[in-house]
């Protein structure tokens, strides 16, 4: 069944010897002089610190990307997990209820961008004529983006008023059934071609785009957990009802933080779809649910840091345990049912991602600070 | 840069990407991929390799699984195009995965031959993209002329997956065709269902009291089974008839003795096949232990245009990016090709010109031929 199973401790090998060893030795030879450089960054205003570690960021996965075009598309994809991953921990993390509509947000948000860019700048059969001339498309992508946020989260409030009444199970049944909504709807509109997909996005999802509004994702849901907001949503979580006597209004706070979720998984749905550049609603079903919630309580809950882990290392252990064919699908759910037993909230839960330290020089350089 | 660093490192190998659905949904189309393309490669290993011009070129299968999904068809896709330096793709099968891998292959120029797609879509304004298989604007019509010719009947009662965009699609050009000679209205019964549902109870009761004299449902095996068995639980006695997807190894062992004596329409009959057809089914039936289905028969015939289309080049430049661009040239130019599924002519845009068959389950639940439809 495997194709040459000797080729994977080589694979490994591989691995350690032309990504790991040279990357582990120049770390450890430039401690002390990035330690240098983070101390003099640190001393400018903490846009420009966020900005200069960004851009370096951005260098290294694009030089790193720069190879092939499959790690292109699969550094685009991680990114997208990266965003849907963190807005469901919002919800099942911080928020502590059990949300299943995630696919449905972003089924909402990838038809909305479609069909805005597919209707304006592309003369397809459905939509007509090209409307809006293409060299304007890329300015007007984030508002193709913005506004599938926004109608994902126009649904989420009818997931969000009836069953934020109540405390329990409830949302976990309602948003699975808003899923199957949602899936239904677009299966019988005719005008976005049913089960048969939607396709011809102009191709403007590019790699800096997306890690632009990954980076935007990560900020934006970093700040909103620590904001007072997002403290009174762990307040919620922990004891509704001594929150409510703590004057926090748990009803608001639930239904904004929901909201919010949705906008953000609207927004990674509207980038899937021009990153595929084809969508039908079959692709936003159970499995990319389980995916992601796998990718959720992998990396951690109630943690920004464990969002990314869980997505980045999710993504990339589906890709490079290609060559194994159907034991993949054995090896990955095993280690999510390891992860379970030894760290029962995911690999890296309940940790505040304060930039501010971790862009720090670090005191003591052999260890962590 | 990638693509002369590969094809000038690989000059001497062929490689062939066969983008399958292993596992997932539909891992039996997957299995027969694999094990068509298999034995195409045994062939090309006994002969001593692919001789292309005055040359001999090994050739290697790079086999890759897309789990039946979207995306990870086209990162399939991708991989095999830009990473492997494939010289032609095979696969994927089924319509959801093959439109936007299609996709892919037309961007970097590479040829790409779907042999199961049926999906217009698929080949719509993309040069290098194939198929083996006929259209739903083709076979929609071909059964609806069937029924009407054999049965003369004049109500039709349709059953299929509203979610599914290879039953819909046949549905609606089934419909349009029956009334178009029946006139409107003569479809009595339009049902339709959801992927994974089991019960059709109710759609089944509307269409027995529909008062319909036939039903037409184009599901996959899986459902085949399931609705037929049903229907007859309902006291439905009247004929049923089925679409391409019907043809698979499953259907008569899922469906049983329910199944016999329904007919559907198809790329090639198993039973009372002669010369090549017949060769090509005993040979895969002693090697994996089974009856080929179209998927299997069409890979087959897919795996040997590429064949053929890379033997018309003439000899390889070891540019793979020139050497694609042949491919193209040549495969769109294939005539009155001899495949095991019938003779295709490809003229002009990526789909063959060939004929439909019309199969019937016998009372030992084999697929015998009933009739051929050319259009």
Same mark, same amino acid.
């Given at each position: 069944?495997?194709?040459?199973?000797?080729?994977?401790?080589?694979?490994?090998?591989?691995?350690?010897?032309?990504?790991?060893?040279?990357?582990?030795?120049?770390?450890?030879?430039?401690?002390?002089?990035?330690?240098?450089?983070?101390?003099?960054?640190?001393?400018?205003?903490?846009?420009?610190?966020?900005?200069?570690?960004?851009?370096?960021?951005?260098?290294?996965?694009?030089?790193?990307?720069?190879?092939?075009?499959?790690?292109?598309?699969?550094?685009?994809?991680?990114?997208?997990?990266?965003?849907?991953?963190?807005?469901?921990?919002?919800?099942?993390?911080?928020?502590?209820?059990?949300?299943?509509?995630?696919?449905?947000?972003?089924?909402?948000?990838?038809?909305?961008?479609?069909?805005?860019?597919?209707?304006?700048?592309?003369?397809?059969?459905?939509?007509?004529?090209?409307?809006?001339?293409?060299?304007?498309?890329?300015?007007?992508?984030?508002?193709?983006?913005?506004?599938?946020?926004?109608?994902?989260?126009?649904?989420?409030?009818?997931?969000?008023?009836?069953?934020?009444?109540?405390?329990?199970?409830?949302?976990?049944?309602?948003?699975?059934?808003?899923?199957?909504?949602?899936?239904?709807?677009?299966?019988?509109?005719?005008?976005?071609?049913?089960?048969?997909?939607?396709?011809?996005?102009?191709?403007?999802?590019?790699?800096?785009?997306?890690?632009?509004?990954?980076?935007?994702?990560?900020?934006?849901?970093?700040?909103?957990?620590?904001?007072?907001?997002?403290?009174?949503?762990?307040?919620?979580?922990?004891?509704?009802?001594?929150?409510?006597?703590?004057?926090?209004?748990?009803?608001?706070?639930?239904?904004?933080?929901?909201?919010?979720?949705?906008?953000?998984?609207?927004?990674?749905?509207?980038?899937?779809?021009?990153?595929?550049?084809?969508?039908?609603?079959?692709?936003?079903?159970?499995?990319?649910?389980?995916?992601?919630?796998?990718?959720?309580?992998?990396?951690?809950?109630?943690?920004?840091?464990?969002?990314?882990?869980?997505?980045?290392?999710?993504?990339?252990?589906?890709?490079?345990?290609?060559?194994?064919?159907?034991?993949?699908?054995?090896?990955?759910?095993?280690?999510?049912?390891?992860?379970?037993?030894?760290?029962?909230?995911?690999?890296?839960?309940?940790?505040?991602?304060?930039?501010?330290?971790?862009?720090?020089?670090?005191?003591?350089?052999?260890?962590?600070? | 840069?990638?693509?002369?660093?590969?094809?000038?490192?690989?000059?001497?190998?062929?490689?062939?990407?066969?983008?399958?659905?292993?596992?997932?949904?539909?891992?039996?189309?997957?299995?027969?991929?694999?094990?068509?393309?298999?034995?195409?490669?045994?062939?090309?290993?006994?002969?001593?390799?692919? &001789?292309?011009?005055?040359?001999?070129?090994?050739?290697?299968?790079?086999?890759?699984?897309?789990?039946?999904?979207?995306?990870?068809?086209?990162?399939?896709?991708?991989?095999?195009?830009?990473?492997?330096?494939?010289?032609?793709?095979?696969?994927?099968?089924?319509?959801?995965?093959?439109?936007?891998?299609?996709?892919?292959?037309?961007?970097?120029?590479?040829?790409?031959?779907?042999?199961?797609?049926?999906?217009?879509?698929?080949?719509?304004?993309?040069?290098?993209?194939?198929?083996?298989?006929?259209?739903?604007?083709?076979?929609?019509?071909?059964?609806?002329?069937?029924?009407?010719?054999?049965?003369?009947?004049?109500?039709?009662?349709?059953?299929?997956?509203?979610?599914?965009?290879?039953?819909?699609?046949?549905?609606?050009?089934?419909?349009?065709?029956?009334?178009?000679?029946?006139?409107?209205?003569?479809?009595?019964?339009?049902?339709?269902?959801?992927?994974?549902?089991?019960?059709?109870?109710?759609?089944?009761?509307?269409?027995?009291?529909?008062?319909?004299?036939?039903?037409?449902?184009?599901?996959?095996?899986?459902?085949?089974?399931?609705?037929?068995?049903?229907?007859?639980?309902?006291?439905?006695?009247?004929?049923?008839?089925?679409?391409?997807?019907?043809?698979?190894?499953?259907?008569?062992?899922?469906?049983?003795?329910?199944?016999?004596?329904?007919?559907?329409?198809?790329?090639?009959?198993?039973?009372?096949?002669?010369?090549?057809?017949?060769?090509?089914?005993?040979?895969?039936? &002693?090697?994996?232990?089974?009856?080929?289905?179209?998927?299997? &028969?069409?890979?087959?015939?897919?795996?040997?245009?590429?064949?053929?289309?890379?033997?018309?080049?003439?000899?390889?430049?070891?540019?793979?990016?020139?050497?694609?661009?042949?491919?193209?040239?040549?495969?769109?130019?294939?005539?009155?090709?001899?495949?095991?599924?019938?003779?295709?002519?490809?003229?002009?845009?990526?789909?063959?010109?060939?004929?439909?068959?019309?199969?019937?389950?016998?009372?030992?639940?084999?697929?015998?031929?009933?009739?051929?439809?050319?259009?």
């Amino acid at each position: 069944m495997l194709k040459k199973p000797v080729l994977i401790p080589n694979a490994i090998l591989y691995v350690v010897l032309v990504y790991g060893l040279p990357m582990g030795v120049t770390t450890r030879s430039s401690i002390s002089l990035t330690n240098r450089l983070a101390g003099r960054l640190i001393r400018f205003p903490i846009a420009i610190t966020v900005a200069v570690h960004l851009a370096l960021l951005y260098t290294t996965l694009h030089l790193w990307a720069g190879i092939s075009d499959y790690r292109t598309l699969v550094l685009k994809l991680t990114l997208i997990a990266v965003m849907l991953t963190l807005s469901l921990n919002v919800i099942n993390g911080y928020m502590g209820e059990f949300s299943c509509s995630h696919p449905g947000f972003m089924a909402l948000g990838a038809y909305c961008a479609s069909v805005f860019t597919v209707g304006l700048f592309v003369d397809d059969q459905f939509f007509g004529a090209v409307f809006l001339p293409p060299a304007l498309g890329p300015f007007l992508f984030p508002v193709a983006l913005i506004l599938g946020g926004f109608l994902a989260s126009f649904g989420a409030l009818f997931v969000a008023i009836p069953s934020f009444r109540t405390r329990g199970d409830y949302l976990a049944i309602i948003s699975l059934a808003f899923l199957f909504i949602v899936k239904s709807l677009i299966e019988n509109l005719e005008f976005v071609r049913g089960p048969r997909g939607l396709s011809g996005q102009p191709d403007w999802a590019d790699l800096p785009t997306v890690f632009l509004w990954t980076v935007l994702c990560v900020w934006s849901i970093n700040n909103f957990v620590r904001s007072t907001l997002g403290k009174a949503l762990n307040a919620v979580r922990d004891n509704e009802m001594a929150a409510s006597a703590m004057t926090v209004d748990t009803r608001r706070t639930k239904i904004v933080a929901f909201l919010f979720a949705a906008f953000w998984a609207g927004v990674a749905g509207g980038l899937f779809a021009h990153v595929l550049r084809y969508v039908n609603p079959s692709t936003f079903s159970i499995q990319n649910l389980a995916e992601v919630l796998a990718m959720v309580y992998f990396g951690g809950l109630n943690s920004v840091y464990g969002s990314i882990v869980g997505a980045v290392s999710i993504s990339l252990l589906g890709e490079a345990l290609r060559p194994l064919e159907i034991f993949k699908w054995i090896i990955i759910p095993l280690l999510l049912i390891l992860v379970m037993i030894f760290r029962p909230t995911g690999l890296i839960a309940f940790k505040d991602l304060d930039v501010t330290s971790l862009l720090r020089p670090k005191q003591n350089p052999d260890g962590e600070v | 840069m990638a693509f002369s660093l590969s094809g000038w490192a690989h000059a001497e190998t062929i490689k062939i990407g066969i983008n399958a659905e292993l596992t997932g949904d539909i891992p039996k189309v997957g299995e027969g991929t694999k094990f068509a393309a298999q034995m195409w490669l045994e062939d090309v290993k006994a002969a001593g390799g692919l &001789a292309v011009g005055k040359k001999k070129y090994a050739v290697e299968l790079v086999l890759e699984d897309n789990e039946s999904k979207a995306e990870s068809a086209v990162k399939v896709a991708t991989k095999m195009i830009t990473e492997d330096g494939v010289l032609v793709m095979v696969g994927p099968q089924a319509s959801k995965q093959a439109i936007p891998a299609g996709g892919i292959a037309n961007n970097y120029k590479t040829v790409m031959i779907s042999p199961w797609s049926t999906n217009p879509d698929t080949t719509k304004d993309r040069p290098y993209v194939f198929r083996a298989c006929f259209l739903d604007p083709f076979q929609g019509p071909v059964v609806a002329n069937f029924i009407s010719t054999e049965f003369k009947f004049t109500k039709a009662a349709v059953l299929y997956d509203v979610a599914s965009d290879y039953p819909k699609g046949l549905a609606e050009f089934f419909k349009k065709a029956w009334e178009g000679k029946h006139g409107k209205g003569s479809v009595v019964a339009y049902e339709s269902f959801t992927t994974k549902d089991t019960d059709f109870s109710s759609q089944l009761t509307k269409i027995i009291n529909s008062g319909a004299q036939v039903l037409f449902t184009p599901q996959y095996y899986n459902e085949v089974a399931l609705i037929v068995q049903q229907a007859h639980q309902l006291g439905w006695k009247k004929p049923i008839v089925g679409s391409d997807s019907w043809g698979s190894a499953e259907t008569v062992k899922l469906c049983g003795k329910d199944c016999y004596g329904t007919f559907f329409s198809t790329h090639y009959a198993a039973a009372g096949a002669t010369g090549a057809t017949k060769a090509f089914i005993d040979r895969y039936k &002693a090697k994996y232990g089974y009856v080929p289905d179209d998927v299997a &028969a069409l890979t087959w015939d897919s795996m040997l245009l590429v064949q053929q289309a890379i033997q018309n080049t003439g000899g390889l430049t070891g540019d793979l990016k020139k050497d694609r661009e042949n491919v193209r040239t040549a495969m769109s130019q294939i005539k009155k090709f001899k495949g095991i599924t019938g003779e295709m002519t490809f003229s002009g845009g990526g789909d063959p010109v060939k004929c439909a068959v019309i199969v019937k389950i016998s009372d030992a639940g084999e697929f015998t031929f009933y009739k051929s439809v050319c259009p």
